[in-house]
């Protein structure tokens, strides 16, 4: 019974940190009016008038730009990161330090700085307004994180179990497939889905480097902010359509979030 | 961005000497080539951006003045380094990170450990905690802003009663307590995979011996999980001190400087005074000072970067 | 251990990766095309997310696609992204856009710049599209130095008082058409009641050049003030020009809205729109809001009156959202066949049939105000927000010559930053943590520095 105050605590916190989820989620259903009441209107009937201004505007176009982008550089980051950090732990180059002292280094120019030199570059090679470009920049925003995450997973891996396998006579390809792989599956999932994550919500390239078609969700979201009348309803209703996809991958993958992070992030 | 080669770890390769040229050489090929790509990558992608901003830092250019660009010298790193606004946004960005970035370790912590037990509904309020991190950080700081601390309508005045303007009562207190909701559920789930990693025989041997939970936490599990809270330290700092759209959103660096940091700075240099060279040569100053920072925090404060040496 | 299996592997990682790729690719095939088409019969549109822009979005394609065959993409961005993306793209040659909204504001100083197409041969050559309709303060104020049109108005808007009949008439006070600022003072010392939540007037306090600075700068106006004189000379610390920031400053935290350093347009809106407040001074466009039921406790029971004056004898401002098309777009044509079809008067009767009258664009034409059935839905308010219109003057808004175009504004790139850093003094000022000396005495000193510019 000792554990009581703890439990509820655990509860409350819980409940804290999502309220303000829970708050954006019942605004969309309410009507502008009673969204910006004042004080705050706690009871009301719902009404879909928010989603149906959201799907008045063609939301599937972003969306799968935004699935496009954040699904392509999350896999080209874990196709670069993965042998990178194989480079960098279980078989080092020789200056392995600076090399991973660079990829962490990549992300220290803020991204505001770097916007203007990449929209010039980007624009001189034709590729604005391009999925392809958000795949790129994505790419390599996510892949310092992802390289340092795959490096501490691969590290976690025994090296006792490698030499066993080669004891064995398994090539190295199967020893990796056998042995390395199951081991570090985990790891590779939860480095896919922060990539995914980031890439999904990433809002001031997008905004800068994409037009009418190659637009992303975040750009979609903030067409709801007007100067002339009220917003939040349909703001948080656009907000929750948005958020939803990123929001339920990670409710259904925290668990290997958890264990994939737990199985060595630090090393 | 570039990569600053520290010559106390660069020396020595022995094995790279002429001993067996050939074997040796395509043992280190066989060993670079997987690293190869992603450098090659993040050359491409990363540095060309870098020395365009290196260029453009040369160039008087205003946006607004067509047929204004011209090649200046440093004149422009002395514009910004002699520019008082930048020191102050300095100040701002080193006391949001680091401010966000200790509380939200410290409440992860603190989640961490309430979640690292059983209890009913364990995996709903983890659940819970989680979803703020996933929620797209442009709405998260639209709806903080407007549904949150919007003094007519929003939920703390609604809830508190007065009509207090937090935004711009306490700006910076209102961006830090927005970017600490969202990030506190990423330094919570590191540092619970640091807790459920740790084996459960020293514990079970340290409640034997007769030490508090207390005495239990503060000397085995703490200092066990160093490293889970580095990294969250670490992680956080790089991408806190980037933040820009909850300054922009929120409180747009305002009142007057109060919260316009690095990177709110260095958008408005380009986007209000379309001064594009000198932002360009802000952008190449923040680099270089963060790289500073960031060798002396990662090689000698943080353990991280120390690799097991026997591989 | 050869280097062979290794890449094997990673032969393998990527065959397999590829693999769900293309099967996402497939499924998710459609709307996201990459490629760039080379039809030129598509052309890009940006425009803010006022809803006027949203309608048109819904419009298009059965209509104006159906007539010409031209596709139009649209992306809609809030005001200071608009703004920041527009000028990039314009300014690096970008040309993402063929056609753009851009507001009073930007509209001189882009033409300039020689950012922007000139409409006025296009327009001319138009023969629907009747150009003498367009109202003269609108045209003024989307022209160049040059005389021509640089952006075709979508719709405009002015500013009046707005009052609510019920508390003014428990009261027993009336409201003349053209009321002085010193009346709507005394109007909300006695209106305003704590106790029932109601202040007496709701003002923007929200710091920014477009929200506080849009009703202040009016107000500066009528009290004989001005940011510049002719030559430039800053007058920020004038007399005039403290006393009416004073009244306004004062009014607003006598009998002002709770949390006025914090409210804009919208704040306002729905403060007034709730009965919260006995009279409002603002846009004109926040009739159509206020009149319709569904969204406001007051439809139906608002009196509109001039905008309060002091020494001139009008002192409404003028703003449009206007269409223009920057100098980079290769589809000039077809641009212009959008902006013409946008602003011409048939789009408006067509809004008006499928969305309703009370939705039309207005404040661009004369014609619109003859149409019956606008002027049926828009009774109690059309007239006078079209003599507002007319009698605001871009050019001559107050006492004295001015150096650049704007009644609400200075039309000069650096006004935005000027503007706005005053503003945020004016704020905390309203909120009562400096005095108005102070926030203006500040103001000269930044206003000083941006009339050397322009002395030399």
């Not at chain 1, 902010?225 to 990670?250: D, H, K, Q, Y």
């Not at chain 3, 009008?314 to 959008?338: E, R, Y």
């Amino acid at each position: 019974m000792r554990r009581l105050p703890w439990t509820i605590l655990a509860w409350a916190a819980g409940l804290v940190f999502f309220f303000p989820v829970l708050w954006m989620v019942l605004t969309g259903f309410k009507r502008e009016a009673d969204a910006a009441s004042n004080p705050p209107t706690w009871v009301f009937t719902p009404t879909l008038d928010g989603y149906r201004q959201v799907f008045d505007r063609d939301l599937t176009p972003y969306l799968l730009n935004s699935l496009m982008a954040s699904l392509f550089s999350t896999l080209l980051v874990l196709v670069l990161a993965t042998p990178a950090a194989y480079a960098l732990s279980l078989r080092p180059v020789g200056k392995w330090r600076d090399a991973l002292f660079f990829f962490i280094s990549t992300k220290m120019l803020p991204a505001v700085a770097a916007l203007l030199p990449i929209y010039l570059v980007v624009k001189e090679l034709g590729m604005l307004d391009n999925v392809w470009t958000m795949v790129i920049l994505y790419s390599a925003m996510n892949l310092p994180l992802a390289i340092w995450m795959m490096r501490s997973f691969l590290l976690e891996v025994p090296a006792s179990v490698l030499e066993a396998a080669e004891m064995d006579g398994a090539g190295l390809l199967v020893s990796i497939r056998r042995v390395l792989l199951p081991i570090v599956s985990p790891g590779l999932a939860a480095t896919a889905l922060i990539c995914f994550i980031f890439s999904w919500n990433e809002f001031f390239f997008a905004v800068n480097l994409t037009a009418t078609r190659a637009g992303t969700a975040p750009i979609f979201l903030v067409g709801f902010i007007s100067s002339e009348g009220l917003f939040l309803a349909r703001l948080c209703a656009a907000a929750t359509l948005v958020s939803l996809p990123v929001v339920l991958a990670g409710w259904l993958a925290q668990k290997q979030l958890v264990r994939g992070l737990s199985m060595g992030a630090v090393k | 961005m570039s990569s600053a080669t520290l010559e106390k770890e660069a020396p020595v390769r022995p094995a790279s000497k002429r001993a067996g040229p050939a074997a040796s050489r395509r043992d280190r090929w066989s060993r670079r080539a997987p690293l190869l790509p992603a450098l090659i990558f993040a050359i491409v992608v990363t540095q060309v951006p870098f020395l365009v901003t290196l260029y453009l830092s040369t160039l008087s250019w205003n946006a607004l003045r067509p047929g204004s660009r011209e090649f200046t010298g440093l004149s422009n790193y002395a514009t910004v380094l002699s520019d008082g606004r930048l020191r102050a946004a300095l100040v701002n960005t080193v006391v949001l990170t680091a401010s966000s970035v200790v509380v939200s370790v410290l409440i992860g912590l603190g989640l961490a450990i309430l979640l690292d037990r059983k209890f009913p509904g364990r995996g709903v309020v983890r659940t819970l905690l989680i979803t703020p991190f996933l929620v797209m950080p442009m709405a998260a700081a639209l709806l903080w802003k407007h549904a949150i601390y919007n003094p007519a309508y929003g939920l703390i005045n609604g809830i508190l009663g007065g009509d207090t303007d937090w935004v711009s009562g306490y700006p910076m207190v209102a961006v830090v307590a927005t970017l600490v909701w969202q990030w506190t559920p990423f330094m919570m789930l590191i540092i619970l995979a640091g807790l459920q990693s740790q084996s459960l025989e020293t514990l079970e041997a340290a409640r034997v011996d007769g030490a508090s939970a207390w005495q239990t936490f503060l000397h085995i599990t703490l200092p066990y999980l160093r490293p889970y809270l580095e990294l969250s330290a670490l992680l956080g700092s790089i991408y806190l001190v980037q933040t820009f759209d909850a300054v922009f959103t929120i409180t747009q660096g305002g009142p007057g400087t109060a919260t316009t940091n690095l990177p709110y700075e260095i958008y408005l240099t380009t986007f209000r005074k379309f001064e594009y060279g000198e932002a360009a040569a802000a952008g190449v100053v923040v680099v270089i000072g963060t790289i500073a920072v960031a060798t002396f925090a990662l090689r000698v404060i943080s353990g991280l970067f120390k690799m097991e040496v026997s591989r | 251990m050869s280097r062979r299996p290794l890449f094997a592997v990673i032969l393998e990682f990527a065959l397999i990766s590829v693999l769900i790729v293309s099967l996402a690719a497939c499924s998710g095939a459609g709307g996201s095309g990459s490629s760039s088409d080379g039809d030129s019969k598509t052309i890009t549109a940006l425009m803010v997310g006022n809803p006027q822009m949203e309608d048109i979005a819904k419009l298009t394609a059965d209509s104006f696609t159906k007539e010409t065959g031209i596709t139009v993409r649209f992306t809609i961005l809030p005001e200071n992204e608009l703004r920041d993306k527009v000028t990039q793209d314009v300014a690096t040659q970008g040309g993402q856009y063929d056609v753009v909204t851009i507001g009073a504001y930007e509209a001189p100083i882009w033409a300039k710049n020689g950012w922007l197409h000139e409409l006025s041969s296009y327009a001319d050559k138009d023969s629907g599209y009747d150009e003498a309709d367009l109202l003269e303060p609108m045209v003024k104020s989307l022209s160049g130095e040059d005389g021509n049109l640089y952006a075709a108005p979508f719709y405009g808007e002015s500013s009046f008082l707005m009052w609510n009949k019920d508390l003014f008439a428990a009261k027993g006070i009336t409201m003349p058409e053209r009321p002085t600022w010193q009346q709507v003072a005394d109007y909300a010392r006695q209106l305003n009641d704590k106790q029932a939540g109601v202040a007496g007037i709701c003002l923007r306090g929200l710091p920014g050049w477009g929200e506080v600075f849009a009703p202040l700068t009016t107000v500066v106006n009528t009290f004989g003030g001005t940011w510049f004189e002719k030559d430039w000379t800053p007058k920020v610390n004038s007399p005039e020009f403290t006393e009416a920031t004073k009244f306004y400053v004062d009014l607003v935290r006598q009998y002002g809205e709770a949390g006025a350093s914090q409210a804009g347009f919208t704040e306002c809106l729905n403060t007034f729109g709730q009965g919260k407040a006995a009279m409002w001074y603002d846009a004109t466009s926040a009739a159509g809001t206020l009149e319709d039921a569904s969204a406001s406790k007051v439809a139906g029971k608002v009196g509109y009156a001039y905008a309060p004056v002091n020494k001139t004898r009008s002192s409404g401002w003028l703003w449009a959202w206007a269409w223009a098309m920057p100098k980079t777009t290769k589809q000039a044509d077809a641009a212009w066949q959008f902006i013409s079809w946008a602003t011409g008067k048939e789009y408006e009767k067509l809004v008006g049939e499928k969305l309703g009258w009370s939705r039309l664009p207005a404040g661009k034409r004369t014609s619109t105000y003859n149409l019956p059935e606008y002027k049926q839905s828009a009774t109690a308010f059309a007239d006078i927000t079209l003599k507002a219109i007319e009698e605001a003057d871009p050019t001559n808004p107050g006492l004295q010559p001015r150096p650049a175009l704007g009644v609400q504004f200075v039309g000069i790139p650096e006004f935005a930053d000027l503007g706005t850093k005053v503003s945020q003094e004016v704020a905390s000022a309203i909120a009562g943590k400096t005095t108005v000396e102070q926030a203006l005495a500040d103001g000269q000193k930044l206003a000083e520095t941006v009339a050397e510019k322009y002395r030399k």
